[in-house]
């Protein structure tokens, strides 16, 4: 099995300009979210969602967006960048249904740079 | 509000040495779940445990064990006899309370580790 999948690894932007990181998991996981990783902050969360249809906001959810049409992906979309998005983001999936499923399977990140 | 704590930012040690990392996190919930992961220089986060807030054994894997203390809210991890190969970032988190707890986890803000020979 793959797990979770992020495109693309690297990605440099220049201010104001949009883009989606892609999230895609073939564990058929009902959950799934985002967190970007800064220097010095550990890893916050984004948003997240709990299935196909339902999202909802993180710690740090201003300036992207999400939406959940598949169990299998979780788009995440910088509407425009900004040189404070520059950061490592990991996109995330759980089995869910009971409280306590067992861990969360993290993908391999995607750095970006807003220039 | 949730909070996870990891005062040690770095820890330095030689190769062969015990070294404990510290986590202490807040919550109001009465059930919860707390995990480590390791973030190796590669940069892929590796799920090391799961402990839930009703079992309070201390739980042994190799080389690694952990201290879960409720009343001090501290979830410590000890690796004994360190090597090379364990320096990495080490991050405690803390999961909220409902469904899909795994996927929704306040962090600290980790422990880099570095073991020279």
């Known amino acids: 099995n793959a797990g979770v999948t992020q495109t693309p690894k690297f990605q440099v932007l220049k201010t104001g300009q949009s883009m989606t990181l892609q999230c895609a998991q073939d564990m058929n996981h009902e959950y799934m979210s985002w967190y970007r990783q800064d220097p010095g902050m550990g890893l916050r969360l984004i948003h997240y969602s709990v299935g196909a249809g339902i999202t909802d906001q993180g710690e740090v959810p201003n300036g992207y967006n999400v939406s959940r049409s598949t169990t299998e992906d979780f788009p995440l979309r910088l509407l425009s960048a900004a040189p404070s998005q520059t950061s490592v983001y990991f996109c995330?999936?759980?089995?869910?249904?009971?409280?306590?499923?067992?861990?969360?399977?993290f993908g391999q990140g995607t750095r970006l740079t807003v220039v | 509000a949730q909070k996870v704590t990891q005062a040690q930012t770095e820890i330095s040690v030689v190769e062969k040495e015990d070294v404990t990392l510290d986590c202490v996190y807040e919550?109001?919930?009465?059930?919860?779940?707390l995990f480590w992961y390791k973030q190796p220089p590669s940069g892929e986060l590796v799920f090391l445990i799961r402990?839930?807030?009703?079992?309070?054994q201390n739980e042994i894997s190799g080389r690694y064990s952990w201290n879960f203390q409720k009343s001090t809210s501290s979830f410590n991890f000890t690796i004994t006899a360190s090597q090379v190969v364990d320096s990495a970032v080490y991050f405690c988190a803390l999961s909220h309370l409902n469904t899909g707890t795994a996927s929704k986890l306040t962090f600290g803000t980790g422990t880099r580790l570095q073991v020279t020979l």
């Open positions: 402990r839930n807030s009703f079992d309070e």
């Open positions: 919550t109001r919930d009465t059930t919860y779940y």
């Open positions: 995330a999936s759980s089995y869910g249904g009971e409280i306590g499923d067992t861990e969360a399977f």
